[in-house]
């Protein structure tokens, strides 16, 4: 399960990807569609969120930063 790690409040506008860049700012980028490349990426909101190793950091529905713990491990695929 996720936990809510900072209260942001973005609002989502269509047609965007939006992320938590590697300082731990939320930034947003335009998202390629129909052949049209993507956009350079734009700083949101400046929150400077300090990442753990082993986390998935994203924006949940509410706008938010909220981490979960990355799946490692599990079974080998068997080779055909």
Do not use: C, W
């Not at 993507?38 to 929150?47: D, I």
């Amino acid at each position: 399960m996720a936990e809510k790690v900072e209260k942001v409040g973005v609002k989502k506008e269509k047609g965007y990807l939006y992320f938590v860049d590697k300082n731990g700012d939320v930034s947003r980028a335009r998202m390629a569609r129909g052949g049209k490349k993507g956009g350079k990426p734009e700083k949101v909101a400046k929150v400077g969120v300090k990442k753990k190793s082993g986390y998935l950091y994203f924006i949940d529905q509410k706008g938010d930063i909220s981490a979960a713990k990355m799946a490692r491990g599990g079974k080998k695929k068997k080779k055909r």
